[in-house]
């Protein structure tokens, strides 16, 4: 399932949003995370650079 091809097939008109174009596998999810605020620099998204200013306040979390 791709991320990226899913929302957009429901929520229409995603000229605004910025959606990764992410495959995963359903049956493997074990948590869910939400981003409330997308950052400027997308090197700093969650998929973005290994050492980005998301994943350095993230991995505290767990």
Known sequence: ???KSE???LCGDTQNLR???VNIEPETIQAI???EVVPVDSDDDFYGKPDSA???TTISLF
């Open 54 to 56: 998301y994943m350095s």
């Open 33 to 35: 995370m939400i981003n």
């Open 7 to 9: 929302l957009q097939q």
């Open 19 to 21: 959606l990764n174009d």
């Open 1 to 3: 399932m791709n991320i």
